[in-house]
């Protein structure tokens, strides 16, 4: 939804070309369903840019926007670099894509966008949403995620996520014509799924508990590493104060002097690179915010296959039900207490004709209940099929992921602990020669 006085836009698709010349270029460069739209298209998010207007209600609103640039991929081999096309996005916009993705496929773990509002922040970092360090990042994680969109199998085909890059009129109408709001599952029923459901693939409900752990696993390391850089701050900041202390020091010694401010200035330059070593912080930071948000995508898939199960469920027994009827009818027997029953006792017995009435309409019911299972069941082996195969070609994608982000992290932590060593070696030189 939008966010009343902090709302985002972006840029795509070149406003310079006619309607019919955006019409042969979007059919010329259309992907085929399996193929990686980044194949074709180099997408980028270049820039932000903080605006203001009228919101919905007439009211004034603060917002930003984000400069999404496209260009064909065969440009950049043939040695030419034309300009890019480019069309700003709302967040918003963002958002509604998501939604639509995540209607339209709902086998698939729909990558996520990055978070809203800062979560996780050490108590130096701003939490403002229009805090540029925070929007910088966020245009970095909105670049990752149509980067991630365009290189899926599956997602990187539909043509509503082709126009959000290349249409920047007209887009919105289009999304809501495709009717995705009105086969969105309510909360409710997919809660009710959850509960209700009899005999739940164990494959999935794994999963399902997987997506909890990984969220919570990951929500625990970011608050450690939030605590951990509120700490580093602290330490790299104290080596300013040594920096002070030493440079008084100097003023009032004739042999030391020296030596002592050649120490002050290199505890100094420590202590100010703090700033640099959090911000590098950050971005591992948000790598892991992403995969903390692609549990609840991978939770959503799972809650999906229950709310195919359980309406497969709901249909074989209606249908048992149906024929259970059926038979009562043909032989006259109730076999479990039921209103039928009641009244009959109550007012007698049917008539013939009645009866065959009766089993006419079960009859016809019945076969329409026989196809309605089939079509579940059908629907059902094709959402775990289907489902799978993407769960596991995302297993294989954050295995990756997550191990080149925590080595990478490693490789920093440690290069910063031989910054601090070479600095006090560079230290004790200084008080070598004094």
Not at 56 to 63: I, P
Not at 300 to 308: I, N, P, Q, S
Not at 381 to 402: C, G, N, P, T, Y
Request: with cysteine.
């Amino acid at each position: 939804m939008a966010d009343s006085g902090s709302e985002e836009i972006a840029v795509i698709g070149n406003t310079d070309l006619t309607p019919s010349e955006s019409e042969n270029n979007l059919k010329n460069t259309m992907v085929e369903k399996g193929t990686s739209l980044l194949k074709m298209m180099e997408i980028s998010v270049a820039e932000a840019e903080k605006r203001t207007g009228k919101n919905a209600v007439n009211m004034q609103e603060t917002y930003t926007v984000y400069l999404i640039e496209t260009r064909p991929v065969d440009a950049a081999s043939e040695g030419t670099n034309p300009v890019p096309d480019s069309l700003w996005r709302r967040y918003s916009e963002f958002e509604l894509l998501r939604n639509y993705l995540l209607v339209t496929y709902p086998f698939s773990v729909v990558p996520p966008l990055p978070e809203k509002r800062a979560e996780f922040v050490w108590h130096k970092l701003s939490a403002d949403n229009m805090d540029p360090d925070f929007v910088e990042r966020r245009r970095v994680g909105l670049e990752n995620f149509l980067l991630r969109v365009a290189s899926h199998p599956d997602l990187s085909s539909d043509k509503i996520f082709y126009s959000f890059l290349t249409e920047e009129n007209g887009w919105k109408e289009t999304v809501f014509e495709t009717g995705f709001q009105a086969k969105a599952d309510s909360r409710l029923k997919a809660l009710n799924a959850t509960f209700r459901v009899k005999n739940p693939d164990k494959r999935f409900a794994e999963m399902k508990h997987y997506g909890d752990e990984l969220q919570s696993v990951i929500s625990q390391l970011l608050r450690v590493r939030a605590r951990a850089a509120d700490r580093l701050y602290g330490v790299y900041k104290v080596h300013g104060n040594y920096g002070r202390v030493f440079s008084e020091w100097s003023a009032i010694e004739k042999e030391m002097g020296d030596g002592l401010q050649s120490a002050g200035h290199h505890m100094d330059a420590y202590a100010a690179s703090v700033d640099d070593i959090l911000e590098e912080e950050e971005h591992y930071a948000d790598q892991l915010k992403e995969y903390l948000f692609y549990a609840d995508a991978l939770r959503a898939v799972c809650r999906k296959h229950e709310l195919t199960q359980y309406e497969l469920e709901m249909a074989a027994q209606d249908l048992t039900s149906k024929k259970q009827q059926r038979e009562e009818l043909a032989t006259g027997t109730i076999r479990t207490f039921s209103l039928k029953g009641m009244t009959s006792k109550l007012f007698g017995q049917e008539t013939p004709e009645q009866r065959e009435a009766k089993v006419k309409m079960l009859e016809t019911q019945i076969e329409e209940g026989e196809e309605l299972v089939k079509e579940r069941n059908t629907e059902c082996e094709e959402f775990v099929k289907s489902a799978w195969v993407d769960i596991e070609r995302f297993k294989e994608q954050k295995d990756h992921d997550l191990r080149e982000a925590l080595i990478s992290y490693a490789i920093m932590q440690i290069s910063m602990c031989k910054k601090g060593i070479q600095v006090w070696n560079n230290a004790k030189e200084c008080f070598s020669k004094m």
